[in-house]
């Protein structure tokens, strides 16, 4: 809404418009923020046939097919499904900086994080996810020939010199640092597509993902580029990392959550999931089993 600022002063008719308007305005950023409206989100978007969702841009978990502009990948198009069995028909999509997606959420930019971002106990402090849709390995994108021998994050750690890419805000920073690669040697992006320049320029050595979205990168790169074979699976606090994706809102949207979850829980592993999200390298071997967000979020 606009305000004309440059009149000078107004009457008294053009001052009552003018305050409400700045009512107006005062009512949709409360309905719009960070706090649920009257009745909850869900109540909300199945009243208007809408619901926000942000993503990252990251291939394969959610991106915009450059070819027609369409918003898809593993999480949008799940969320299309359940959401229009939840009585919202329309998504409103937004991209964002991967690291920009949890304060956008918690300031009321968007309603859901669909970005097939990983449940950590630190996110769980800041968000509610739903339960994981994907379970997924790591992997080091190398130049061909992979000239400094790395392996995994061990590796990285122990080069005197070799410099790592990782996506800003994502867990491959967090698991970089405490497996011992130095911060002065860990390069931050804003996303994969500049990181791969950084690495064929050689300012990196390494960049840092998950098999699918490597797999991904590799297919769109073209020669240079390969992924480090063998792989060590790095170790934190004796597991193996395993990354389970998943769907994150706002904690006060407990109604949304559950709705949400209760759809998912139906969905997950049938045949018609199965078909939706295989072209994007997701399958059976993707299936996040028993694991529960409560459960991941309460992991050490």
């Not at 970005?115 to 061909?144: D, K």
């Not at 990782?166 to 698991?175: T, W």
């Not at 931050?188 to 050595?205: E, H, I, K, Q, S």
Request: proline share 6%; charged share 20%; hydrophobic share 45%.
């Amino acid at each position: 809404m606009d305000f004309d600022t440059e009149r000078g002063p107004v009457g008294r008719g053009g001052l009552l418009l003018g305050l409400l308007g700045l009512a107006a305005a005062a009512w949709f950023l409360l309905g719009r923020g960070g706090a649920p409206p009257a009745g909850g989100t869900l109540a909300r978007a199945r009243a208007e046939g809408v619901i926000r969702v942000a993503y990252a841009n990251e291939a394969p978990f959610g991106y915009e097919d450059p070819a027609t502009g369409r918003v898809t990948g593993e999480a949008p198009e799940i969320a299309r499904v359940l959401f229009a069995r939840l009585g919202i028909p329309r998504i409103e999509p937004t991209v964002a900086d991967f690291g920009a997606l949890i304060d956008g959420l918690k300031a009321g930019r968007w309603d859901v994080v669909a970005a097939g971002m990983y449940i950590t106990p630190r996110r769980c402090r800041e968000v509610a996810f739903s339960n994981p849709t994907y379970v997924v390995r790591e992997a080091l994108l190398v130049r061909a020939g992979n000239p400094l021998g790395l392996d995994g994050y061990g590796s990285l750690g122990a080069h005197a010199t070799a410099r790592l890419a990782v996506l800003g805000g994502s867990v491959q920073d967090a698991y970089a640092r405490k497996l011992g690669v130095p911060d002065a040697r860990i390069e931050v992006f804003a996303d994969y597509a500049t990181a791969l320049v950084a690495l064929r320029a050689g300012r990196v050595d390494a960049l840092a993902a998950t098999r699918l979205t490597a797999a991904d990168l590799l297919r769109k790169a073209g020669t240079g580029l390969e992924a480090a074979e063998p792989f060590e699976e790095p170790v934190i606090d004796g597991k193996v990392v395993r990354g389970h994706g998943a769907f994150a809102f706002r904690p006060a949207d407990v109604e949304l959550r559950a709705a949400f979850d209760a759809e998912l829980a139906g969905f997950l592993g049938t045949p018609e999931h199965l078909e939706l999200v295989a072209p994007f390298g997701f399958g059976p071997h993707t299936l996040p089993g028993e694991a529960t967000a409560a459960e991941l979020c309460a992991a050490r």
